[in-house]
């Protein structure tokens, strides 16, 4: 077997998916206005699987049977000719995975550990049943020997042969149809990709077009439910209250409409959504899991107050854009000058950080 450095299989900077990859770039944006947490984490492809299984709840079998040998003869073969692969994910707070194929290819090509980007929310306790590696090394710095579970035989890889016409696209592809569609479908963590018709009919499985996509996502979050404050327990409801207030108190001049608990779909099957901001009624929502922390209620209340400011001005509320950016730093900025007045002390004092 060929000795291949690690370095030389990865292209440590991207997933192969825009909304890691932005978080690989930016992860303290994303810490403070999405409350996800990121690393770059080497493991065993074997213990990648493993974290797979246990993410989605499945067996090492399962996970295994998912490898396509062609996907990974290929990949294996392009590694070894020297392409740099995207990082394969584990995504604790989103409950996905994506990169199984490269994982395997590359142990294929030689390698004993790969880096994979860890993603969990804030103060998220990782779930780790297996007494194997979850340890953190710094870049560049990977011990020689990395322990493999030998107890665990590798089960042969599914038997097909891909026939020559095959088109592969990234597991996250959407059919583009409309180029100014882009960055939505990013934002729902999928990627645009144009496909002649004989492309498409070469596909192994149908993807959705950025327009499906869209819909789609607009008809889940159609599906969000106001959560009334009685049904909230008291911590919920402390968290809520801080939040109105602060809503109350940032924004005296053009007020929001309200602040409300909600139980909010996921806008597509690759993101979570932990607030949103309705353009209409001009009322900010937070997700319930995000109002068991005071902090990251207070993150989501930023990133959806930013929005209500961004829509003012552009009479947009997308993310990420530089308005709404400048709108989260001055609003974050503001929400310590006014807890630093002490006026909030008696709310504060039932918050949990
Ligand atoms: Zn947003």
């Known amino acids: 077997m060929p000795t291949t450095s690690l370095s ?95 994982a395997i290819a590359a142990e294929r090509a030689g390698a004993t550990t790969i880096p994979v980007l860890v993603v969990s929310r804030v103060g998220q306790v990782l779930p780790d049943a297996h007494p194997l590696i979850l340890k953190q090394y710094p870049l560049g710095q990977v011990p020689e020997k990395m322990p493999i579970n030998m107890d665990i035989p590798i089960p042969p890889l599914r038997g097909t042969v891909a026939p020559k016409t095959k088109v592969i696209v990234p ?33 192994e499985k149908p993807i959705p077009t950025d327009v499906e996509l869209i819909n789609e996502s607009q008809r889940r979050l159609r599906r969000l439910k106001v959560i009334p404050d009685g049904q909230l327990n008291t911590r919920q409801l402390a968290h809520l209250n801080l939040a109105r207030v602060l809503a109350q108190t940032i924004c005296y001049r053009n007020p929001v409409s309200g ?13 979570r959504t932990v607030g949103t901001y309705g353009t209409k009624n ?27 400011r961004q829509y003012q001005k552009t009479g947009e ?9 400048e709108a989260m730093t001055s609003i974050a900025g503001e929400t310590v000058a006014i807890v630093a007045t002490g006026k909030l002390d008696k709310l504060l004092v039932d918050v949990a950080w």
């Open 8 to 102: 030389v299989l990865w292209d440590l900077t991207t997933t192969d998916m825009p909304f890691y990859d932005q978080m690989i770039k930016n992860p303290d944006y994303f810490r403070k206005a999405k409350g996800l947490e990121s690393e770059i984490i080497y493991m065993t492809p074997n213990t990648y699987m493993m974290k797979c299984a246990k993410i989605q709840n499945s067996t090492l079998e399962a996970q295994y049977r998912e490898v396509g040998r062609a996907f990974v003869d290929t990949y294996r073969d392009r590694m070894l000719a020297g392409v740099k692969f995207p990082i394969p994910v584990l995504d604790y707070a989103g409950g996905l995975q994506e990169g199984r194929n490269r």
């Open 171 to 203: 597991e996250n592809a959407a059919l583009r149809t409309n180029q100014e569609l882009d960055r939505a479908v990013e934002h729902l963590g999928y990627q645009s990709v144009s496909l002649s018709e004989e492309e498409v009919a070469g596909l």
């Open 259 to 271: 602040v409300y608990a909600a139980s909010i779909p996921p806008a597509s099957d690759r993101v």
């Open 282 to 308: 001009k009322a900010g929502y937070i997700a319930l899991d995000a109002l068991d922390t005071g902090r990251i209620t207070i993150d989501t209340l930023i990133h959806e107050l930013g929005h209500h």
């Open 317 to 325: 509320a997308e993310d990420l854009e530089i308005e709404h950016a």
